[in-house]
């Protein structure tokens, strides 16, 4: 009864959504304030229903309701109650209605706190958000219903994938859809802005929270999903190209350029129309992210082509929201003129580069996981483009990238002044130098990428620093000076400095752990020992285990260098879980937050004995420390009053080229 | 600067950046694709020694051997008509099996067997890898019991489902 009660709510929320869309669009149309008021309580009430809907299904998630097609097919009633519940978006039809769900809660906060937003503005974006409420909900009733019930209901359901069942699996989706559905808002922004055909330095300020938020939390989710892939497949990487990874960071890469050119908008009033279509483009990368691995593409285009509703409607859909978002933009990007003009050395002229290798990047990720699907549907040869692709496309453009974002911060809007950025950047430039030097001579002239790849993280975080000291005037001043001006700036630049540091201890621990880690693959029986990258690792013990789901053994090593003590005991183990008849093996790590010792156990082997697989990796903590770091960067540029505070006053007369304090 | 000089100059570096990447992508792609062959195809026509490819099919039933104790493991791969020798060192995939689906990628040596570098097996038990799906269908050894056991599996792409 209260699976239908749930089914019965997200058909009303459609209802909902529809009205959603046509009223307030009307009155915005018509400028009748009555109309337009409809869209706060229509969105409100749109989160309610998709939450109560929401609510049933994981209530039948919770208490193992098999009645429930999706419930059978992917829970059971031995699994641990964390896992009962994330197994709700484990499956493709639970994550669709998470999405949903996420989509009404960025619906329902732009009706609550977007009261500073002129009413026609706000009726607009609300009947835009509703348009893709209604596009999913219809897709979820229409072709992935996950309230169909089974009949009879099986004794018990057939489990979710022990490769998923992980904490850090857990939480993963439901950060990246609120990435994904974040850039919802921006889309959802950047259509209302074209509709009104207005878009000014207010409007890059209401749109630039909701695509921080999204940032932060995408950042937050490909981070815990590189981690999951580190410590739970086993192999040692944290990143392997794949598509489903990729279908995360084309996203990432585009709502980065995207940030950074909201930033010109909002303060210098030009590059508008790019902007808009970044908004636009960021989102169609999170549908085509979202569709990419949950709609089985990937295993069978051809099943997925032949599919005639799921895979008709995903690219109606697809072709709806980007075809429609594009023409409107073709009529009305050209009555966006741009106000502000600058030099190309200036702090705009240093974001456009940002935007234009960011963009360019995206399309080579874009190429690499997309060519081999599309060679796939026009029955051409089967190929699959892995890690040397993006060695050789990705990585170059990355370089200029890291070399300009330096730089970028420490010029001035309109007019840069290269000589002095050149003077002021020396001994960022000169030490990074010399790491990259040092290093590869250090390292006998070997893993050169690794070397080069240390320096730019160093000139990155220096020149970062650089730019941190500059503007708090330290050693150029009393002491008591710096430390005013320290507390004086503002959060936004704050957040930029955190996450620009960021991106350099992810890079140098990307670079490093890639460089100079060293492995060692053996067969070993307790009583073995083996020295790898300096340090002893005695296999002690074998004992057995066992958890609600699954058997198994778990091995003990102690890890020493060399003195009498071993400075860590690590217990990998090997996880057989009974219903799927699977044996997983556990990785163990021991950390310093400079290193990491990662051991797995492999195949048991006849003559007695396991494979197993060791690994040290310098510096691999600060791979997931910087995207975190960025994370809450972003988080911090989010916290800045100016985007609460001074959002909401939209100038009469369009901003003159006047330049607001830097920031 | 003028507003048309100013916009030269975005043109100018917006073209040079793309040049650049439509290069890199091609030269990638003329380097780094690395083609799916089956046993048969790689029997018939065999890729030059030493580039990457990927090869699927099902591990020969008896034919997994350990090399000396260490772990090194040698096996075949087939598709029921054709087969092919396969050396790999290091931990396989925890679903690694005799008579199950998998895919291999390396290079071929000098002697027509296929060095892997990776074993992939991101797939639950039930599941058959695409390509290996593909081959055997190509094959005929293709069994329909197979292709719903497939298909269950694909709400589950790659193993790395959301």
């Known amino acids: 009864m209260i699976i239908e009660a749930g089914h019965f709510a997200l058909v009303l929320a459609l209802m909902v959504a529809l009205v959603q869309v046509v009223i307030p669009l009307w009155g915005a149309t018509t400028g009748r304030r009555v109309l337009m008021d409809v869209a706060e309580p229509a969105a409100l009430m749109q989160f309610v229903l998709v939450a109560i809907s929401f609510a049933a299904l994981l209530n039948a998630y919770i208490t193992s309701d098999f009645s429930v097609l999706t419930v059978a097919e992917n829970s059971h009633s031995t699994k641990p109650m964390m896992y009962k519940i994330s197994g709700l978006w484990g499956n493709h039809e639970g994550s669709m209605l998470l999405w949903v769900l996420i989509l009404t809660i960025y619906g329902a906060a732009v009706a609550l706190f977007g009261a500073g937003l002129p009413p026609a503005f706000r009726a607009r974006v609300l009947s835009v958000h509703a348009m893709i409420g209604v596009g999913f909900i219809l897709f979820i009733l229409l072709t992935s219903n996950p309230f169909l019930r089974i009949s009879p209901a099986p004794p018990d359901g057939q489990g979710m994938n022990p490769v998923l069942q992980d904490p850090g699996l857990a939480f993963h989706p439901p950060f990246l859809y609120l990435g994904y559905v974040g850039f919802s808002m921006a889309f959802s922004f950047a259509v209302a802005a074209l ?36 410590y739970e497949l086993g192999w040692g990487g944290w990143w392997a190209w794949d598509p489903v990874e990729n279908a995360s960071f084309m996203p990432w890469l585009s709502g980065t350029a995207l940030l950074h050119s909201a930033i010109v908008v909002e303060k210098r009033d030009t590059l508008k129309s790019w902007t808009i279509f970044l908004a636009l483009l960021t989102f169609a990368l999170s549908l085509v992210g979202t569709f990419l691995v949950r709609s089985g593409v990937l295993t069978s285009v051809h099943a997925f082509a032949s599919d005639p509703e799921r895979g008709a409607f995903i690219l109606l859909l697809l072709g709806l929201v980007i075809g429609g978002s594009l023409v409107l933009y073709a009529i009305r990007a050209p009555i966006l003129t741009p106000t502000g003009q600058f030099a190309p050395v200036s702090r705009e002229g240093a974001l456009v580069l940002n935007n234009l290798l960011l963009a360019t990047a995206t399309v080579t990720v874009f190429l690499g996981t997309l060519y081999p699907l599309f060679l796939d549907a026009i029955n051409g040869p089967k190929v699959s483009v892995g890690a040397p692709y993006y060695m050789a496309t990705f990585v170059p453009l990355m370089v200029p990238l890291l070399v300009a974002m330096a730089a970028g911060p420490l010029l001035t809007w309109k007019r840069g002044d290269l000589p002095g950025i050149a003077a002021r950047l020396r001994v960022p430039f000169g030490v990074s130098v010399a790491i990259m030097v040092g290093t590869s001579l250090m390292a006998g002239g070997k893993s050169a990428l690794a070397s080069i790849g240390i ?110 003590r071993p400075f860590t005991v690590l217990t990998p183990s090997r996880r057989t879980y009974s219903l799927q008849q699977m044996t997983l093996a556990k990785v163990a790590i021991h950390t310093n937050h400079l290193a990491n010792w990662y051991v797995v156990v492999g195949d048991p082997q006849p003559q007695g004995g396991w494979i197993v697989r060791i690994y040290w990796h310098p510096l691999a903590p600060w791979i997931w420390y910087g995207f975190l770091i960025m994370a809450a960067g972003g988080a911090v540029s989010l916290s800045d009053r100016r985007l609460r505070i001074g959002a909401p006053v939209r100038r009469p007369v369009v901003a003159s080229g006047k330049s607001h304090a830097a920031a | 600067m003028t507003r048309k000089r100013r916009r030269l100059y975005m043109v100018v570096v917006g073209m040079v950046c793309l040049a650049v990447a439509t290069g890199l992508v091609l030269n990638a792609f003329n380097q780094d694709l690395v083609f799916f062959y089956s046993p048969s195809e790689v029997a018939k026509k065999p890729p030059v020694a030493g580039r990457m490819i990927r090869i699927g099919g099902l591990v020969e039933m008896g034919s997994v051997k350990r090399v000396g104790g260490g772990p090194g493991i040698v096996f075949k791969v087939t598709d029921g008509k054709f087969d092919l020798n396969v050396a790999y060192t290091g931990v396989l995939p925890d679903l690694f099996r005799e008579g199950q689906g998998v895919v291999a990628e390396g290079a071929l040596d000098q002697s027509g067997a296929l060095v892997a570098s990776q074993i992939l097996a991101k797939h639950d038990e039930k599941y058959m890898p695409p390509e290996v799906v593909a081959a055997l269908k190509k094959s005929g050894q293709w069994r329909e019991n197979e292709a719903a056991s497939a298909n269950a599996a694909a709400a589950l792409p790659g193993g790395k489902s959301l």
């Open chain 1, 455 to 564: 320096g730019l993280a160093a000139w990155v975080f220096l020149g970062t620093m650089q730019d941190l000291a500059g503007r708090v005037r330290l050693f150029q001043g009393p002491f008591s000076d710096t430390l005013r001006r320290l507390g004086a700036l503002p959060r936004a630049s704050w957040g930029m400095t955190i996450a620009h540091a960021g991106v350099a201890i992810t890079l140098a621990g990307m670079t490093v752990s890639t460089g100079w880690s060293a492995e060692g693959i053996q067969v070993m029986k307790p009583g073995d020992q083996v020295v790898v990258a300096g340090d002893i690792w005695h296999f002690d013990s074998t004992a057995p285990v066992s958890g609600s789901n699954w058997k198994g053994m778990q091995a003990q090593f102690s890890v020493s260098d060399g003195g009498a």
């Open chain 1, 195 to 230: 509709l009104e055909g207005r878009v000014d330095p207010a409007w890059a300020r209401w749109v630039r929270p909701w695509t921080l938020l999204a940032w932060c939390a995408l950042t937050a989710g490909i981070c815990l999903g590189s981690f999951w892939a580190y």
